[in-house]
């Protein structure tokens, strides 16, 4: 009988189970660990560190050919030693010299790889320990895995993310789905599709952790992942039961999750309750707001420290700093709270809210757009959050001023507006709230019934907000009743309720994130025949918003004139203005007002019998905002937008040959889908028809480029937009230099950032 070789003390552990593809983590780590003797694998508990450590050694062990040693320090209390455990496994004890010396005299000048895994508990040691071999021992490297930083000058950190989740734009399977049917392959060996769509949910759920989606991959012998998605509603008593020879601390998730709660202080555990009431991603500025005066420490401080010990993340952002919590570690907060503390940082957080909202709408009109359009996006979820809590709370009051003063930026500009009329509901299930928030959501509401169609109880809501506006003495809401009475009449008398409107918001519109009033003007002038009348108010409105630095609106308007022009049947002008608000929008980076403005230019197409190109417009809207049309959803009134653009094109093109071209189009990047929006060639060669309409004597696609390079575009990067060659680029910035009779880049800039240059 062959006798079973012994492994040797320290060698790396046998790995029992396949290690799902983590190749670009891997690369980047080696590359990590050539440029430095101590990198630290950072990351909460159940990433994955100490399986991404194993694979790491054994990826580059020929470079070390002293040796590899891996110590598994969990088992070390904080009471312990460190320098003990590792003289055992290694069995330095032999070696003349107190432990640490032994260490050091054990491993030598070697080249060597020593893996310290799992240091958190006793970090201080780990961080002395390490010390004195790198500076004793110059072979010797260093990898340490943790929740929590060493904090000495060698280290490099190395965060090891969570497994990517599915990509619902992909058909390949993510590393999350691969890890989940690998561990349930025994019983689910082929997943119908229903199946694979719960299980892609699961992990999406779960942030991709390894440890959370094991777990629930082992409850597939006794329920159906449909089953354990809606077990996840209370994750952390559902996730449990793991192998008996794993560790108290990935026996389960609540485990996994205590093991790093009590490594922190007093203090980082309150802040750690305290933010789990938001359900997503949060500022500095939010910490600091939710501690109030509290406390000597400092907010950053804090937030730093619960950083380094993986307890929050940096969620990635463009210029704002964000920081969140998994889902599982959030509800572990919940979990710990009493119920002062959460009702006590529920409020905090609706404040916080109510004076944020505030402060977009004063902002709104400004430079600052994008900023605010950035993070509605990315706090949505703690808005929803704020606004949960305020009903739960009977706090009618509140709701209602988190709705009303977010209308326009929060629902409106993301095409939100179904969701924004399903919480005016519920407000309102509560009871109206007497005050002029109150009265600006009953007219929101009776906007959205007559939109819907529904005369009698839109008008009904409209006459209780008027009824509450006279009750309130407030001229903002009374301002508001006659802009829709304005819209509903569309008479001869709409005008001067109109200007009676403006009058009372003090002679402008005072709140722009909420009511273009003045367009609305525009637009019923345009309606009762003065179309000089209405050019010249939409002109001075365009050169007062470039003015004030402001795009959003300015795009709302041009894609108003745009439409308007394509009623008219001046379709060249039309297709200009609503590339031009496209232009705006993309600089925005609002996928919603992209897909509104390629929407309305495939409206211009099919009136000009550019049919392909409708189509294939209309696809690229569905690909960027949704199917259904856009307007639609911002405009409750256009419902019928989406189809006078469908049914002429399918009459001249037959239906074979419109899904054809709205396919491709739904295909596009949406990179892609703008490029061509701009009257770019589709990639593969097929030219779009260009438009011959100009500004200022340029070509359509010389003011395509002249607006890029107005946008601090290199030529290269105006290539890359357009989907052309940069000598392309290059050869339309020059030819629009010499016909302006410009000599330099900044002078076609400037230019190009005149309203009259706008306008056209």
Same mark, same amino acid.
């Given at each position: 009988?062959?006798?079973?070789?012994?492994?040797?003390?320290?060698?790396?552990?046998?790995?029992?189970?396949?290690?799902?593809?983590?190749?670009?983590?891997?690369?980047?780590?080696?590359?990590?660990?050539?440029?430095?003797?101590?990198?630290?694998?950072?990351?909460?508990?159940?990433?994955?560190?100490?399986r991404?450590?194993?694979?790491?050694?054994?990826?580059?062990?020929?470079?070390?050919?002293?040796?590899?040693?891996?110590?598994?320090?969990?088992?070390?209390?904080?009471?312990?030693?460190?320098?003990?455990?590792?003289n055992?496994?290694?069995?330095?004890?032999?070696?003349?010299?107190?432990?640490?010396?032994?260490?050091?005299?054990?491993?030598?000048?070697?080249?060597?790889?020593?893996?310290?895994?799992?240091?958190?508990?006793?970090?201080?040691?780990?961080?002395?320990?390490?010390?004195?071999?790198?500076?004793?021992?110059?072979?010797?490297?260093?990898i340490?895995?943790?929740r929590?930083?060493?904090?000495?000058?060698?280290?490099?950190?190395?965060?090891?993310?969570?497994?990517?989740p599915?990509?619902?734009?992909?058909?390949?399977?993510?590393?999350?789905?691969?890890?989940?049917?690998?561990?349930?392959?025994?019983?689910?060996?082929?997943?119908?599709?229903?199946?694979?769509?719960?299980i892609?949910?699961?992990?999406?759920?779960?942030?991709?952790?390894?440890?959370? *989606?094991?777990?629930?991959?082992?409850?597939?012998?006794?329920?159906?992942?449909?089953?354990?998605?809606?077990?996840?509603?209370?994750?952390?008593g559902?996730?449990?039961?793991?192998?008996?020879?794993?560790?108290?601390?990935?026996?389960? *998730?609540?485990?996994?999750?205590?093991?790093?709660?009590?490594?922190?202080?007093?203090?980082?555990?309150?802040?750690?309750?305290?933010?789990?009431?938001?359900?997503?991603?949060?500022?500095?500025?939010?910490?600091?707001?939710?501690?109030?005066?509290?406390?000597?420490?400092?907010?950053?401080?804090?937030?730093?420290?619960?950083?380094?010990?993986?307890?929050?993340?940096?969620?990635?952002?463009?210029?704002?700093?964000?920081?969140?919590?998994?889902?599982?570690?959030?509800?572990?907060?919940i979990?710990?709270?009493?119920?002062?503390?959460?009702?006590?940082?529920?409020?905090?957080?609706?404040?916080?809210?109510?004076?944020?909202?505030?402060?977009?709408?004063?902002?709104?009109?400004?430079?600052?757009?994008?900023?605010?359009?950035?993070?509605?996006?990315?706090?949505?979820?703690?808005?929803?959050?704020?606004?949960?809590?305020?009903?739960?709370?009977?706090?009618?009051?509140?709701?209602?001023?988190?709705?009303?003063?977010?209308?326009?930026?929060?629902?409106?500009?993301?095409?939100?507006?179904?969701?924004?009329?399903r919480?005016?509901?519920?407000?309102?299930?509560?009871?109206?709230?007497?005050?002029?928030?109150?009265?600006?959501l009953?007219?929101?509401?009776?906007?959205?019934?007559?939109?819907?169609?529904?005369?009698?109880?839109?008008?009904?809501?409209?006459?209780?907000?008027?009824?509450?506006?006279?009750?309130?003495?407030?001229?903002?809401?009374?301002?508001?009743?006659?802009?829709?009475?304005?819209?509903?009449?569309?008479?001869?008398?709409?005008?001067?309720?109109?200007?009676?409107?403006?009058?009372?918001?003090?002679?402008?519109?005072?709140?722009?994130?909420?009511?273009?009033?003045?367009?609305?003007?525009?637009?019923?002038?345009?309606?009762?025949?003065?179309?000089?009348?209405?050019?010249?108010?939409?002109?001075?409105?365009?050169?007062r918003?470039?003015?004030?630095?402001?795009?959003?609106?300015?795009?709302?308007?041009?894609?108003?004139?745009?439409?308007?022009?394509?009623?008219?049947?001046?379709?060249?002008?039309?297709?200009?203005?609503?590339?031009?608000?496209?232009?705006?929008?993309?600089?925005?980076?609002?996928?919603?007002?992209?897909?509104?403005?390629?929407?309305?230019?495939a409206?211009?197409?099919?009136?000009?019998?550019?049919?392909?190109?409708?189509?294939?417009?209309?696809?690229?809207?569905?690909?960027?905002?949704?199917?259904?049309?856009?307007?639609?959803?911002?405009?409750?009134?256009?419902?019928?937008?989406?189809?006078?653009?469908?049914?002429?094109?399918?009459?001249?093109?037959?239906?074979?040959?419109?899904?054809?071209?709205?396919?491709?189009?739904?295909?596009?990047?949406?990179?892609?889908?703008?490029?061509?929006?701009?009257?770019?060639?589709?990639?593969?060669?097929?030219?779009a028809?260009?438009?011959?309409?100009?500004?200022?004597?340029?070509?359509?696609?010389?003011?395509?480029?002249?607006?890029?390079?107005?946008?601090?575009?290199?030529d290269r990067?105006?290539?890359?937009?357009?989907?052309?060659?940069?000598?392309?680029?290059?050869?339309?910035?020059?030819?629009?230099?010499?016909?302006?009779?410009?000599?330099?880049?900044?002078?076609?800039?400037?230019?190009?950032?005149?309203?009259?240059a706008?306008?056209?």
């Amino acid at each position: 009988m062959k006798t079973l070789e012994r492994r040797r003390p320290g060698a790396l552990p046998p790995e029992y189970s396949s290690f799902v593809d983590r190749r670009t983590q891997l690369a980047a780590a080696r590359t990590a660990l050539g440029e430095t003797r101590l990198l630290t694998l950072l990351g909460p508990g159940g990433v994955g560190k100490t399986r991404f450590a194993i694979r790491l050694s054994q990826s580059v062990r020929k470079l070390y050919p002293a040796g590899l040693w891996f110590i598994d320090l969990s088992g070390v209390s904080a009471t312990g030693s460190v320098v003990d455990e590792v003289n055992r496994i290694v069995g330095a004890q032999g070696v003349s010299g107190d432990g640490a010396e032994s260490i050091a005299q054990f491993f030598g000048d070697g080249r060597g790889l020593l893996v310290l895994d799992n240091c958190e508990q006793v970090v201080d040691q780990c961080a002395e320990l390490v010390s004195g071999i790198l500076l004793e021992c110059p072979g010797i490297s260093v990898i340490a895995t943790s929740r929590a930083l060493l904090r000495i000058a060698p280290e490099r950190v190395f965060q090891v993310e969570p497994l990517e989740p599915p990509d619902p734009n992909r058909e390949t399977l993510s590393p999350a789905v691969s890890l989940f049917l690998d561990r349930s392959a025994s019983v689910l060996p082929d997943p119908s599709v229903a199946e694979l769509e719960a299980i892609a949910e699961i992990c999406r759920r779960l942030d991709g952790m390894p440890l959370a *989606i094991e777990l629930a991959a082992a409850r597939v012998r006794v329920i159906s992942p449909a089953q354990i998605l809606e077990r996840l509603a209370e994750p952390l008593g559902f996730l449990s039961s793991g192998h008996r020879d794993l560790p108290d601390r990935q026996q389960t *998730i609540r485990a996994a999750i205590t093991w790093s709660y009590d490594l922190c202080t007093d203090v980082e555990r309150g802040l750690l309750r305290r933010m789990s009431v938001f359900v997503g991603s949060w500022e500095l500025d939010a910490v600091e707001w939710m501690c109030g005066s509290e406390g000597n420490e400092l907010p950053l401080d804090i937030v730093q420290s619960l950083l380094d010990k993986s307890i929050i993340l940096r969620r990635p952002s463009n210029d704002v700093v964000y920081f969140g919590m998994l889902d599982t570690v959030r509800r572990f907060g919940i979990e710990q709270s009493t119920p002062d503390e959460l009702q006590e940082a529920r409020s905090r957080m609706r404040d916080w809210y109510l004076a944020r909202l505030a402060r977009l709408e004063a902002e709104w009109y400004g430079p600052n757009q994008a900023y605010w359009l950035a993070l509605t996006r990315t706090e949505l979820p703690n808005i929803r959050a704020a606004l949960e809590f305020c009903i739960a709370s009977g706090d009618a009051q509140s709701a209602a001023r988190l709705l009303i003063t977010g209308w326009r930026v929060v629902w409106q500009a993301h095409g939100r507006t179904d969701e924004l009329y399903r919480w005016a509901l519920r407000v309102l299930e509560l009871g109206i709230p007497q005050t002029p928030e109150g009265a600006q959501l009953l007219t929101m509401l009776g906007v959205f019934a007559l939109g819907k169609g529904e005369a009698e109880p839109g008008m009904q809501r409209i006459a209780q907000a008027e009824a509450l506006a006279e009750q309130l003495d407030d001229d903002y809401s009374r301002a508001l009743v006659l802009h829709v009475r304005a819209l509903v009449s569309r008479g001869p008398g709409s005008l001067e309720l109109l200007y009676e409107a403006l009058r009372l918001e003090g002679g402008s519109t005072a709140n722009p994130a909420r009511s273009n009033l003045e367009e609305t003007i525009a637009i019923v002038e345009y309606g009762l025949g003065d179309e000089a009348a209405a050019e010249r108010r939409r002109e001075a409105l365009i050169a007062r918003s470039v003015r004030a630095g402001e795009s959003f609106e300015t795009a709302f308007m041009l894609t108003n004139s745009g439409t308007i022009a394509t009623r008219k049947g001046d379709f060249e002008s039309a297709i200009r203005m609503l590339r031009q608000a496209l232009s705006l929008n993309q600089n925005l980076e609002n996928p919603f007002a992209i897909a509104m403005a390629e929407e309305t230019l495939a409206d211009a197409a099919a009136g000009a019998r550019d049919f392909v190109r409708a189509a294939t417009l209309l696809g690229i809207t569905d690909g960027v905002g949704g199917s259904g049309g856009v307007m639609a959803s911002f405009v409750p009134n256009a419902r019928g937008f989406r189809a006078a653009i469908i049914e002429p094109t399918v009459a001249a093109l037959g239906v074979r040959a419109y899904e054809a071209a709205y396919a491709r189009g739904r295909a596009l990047t949406e990179a892609e889908g703008i490029a061509y929006g701009l009257g770019a060639q589709l990639p593969g060669g097929s030219a779009a028809r260009p438009s011959s309409a100009g500004v200022g004597g340029l070509s359509a696609r010389e003011s395509q480029v002249a607006a890029l390079v107005g946008q601090g575009l290199t030529d290269r990067q105006i290539a890359d937009r357009l989907v052309i060659s940069r000598r392309t680029a290059e050869g339309h910035v020059a030819n629009s230099l010499t016909k302006l009779g410009f000599t330099s880049r900044a002078q076609l800039a400037a230019w190009s950032r005149r309203p009259d240059a706008m306008s056209g």
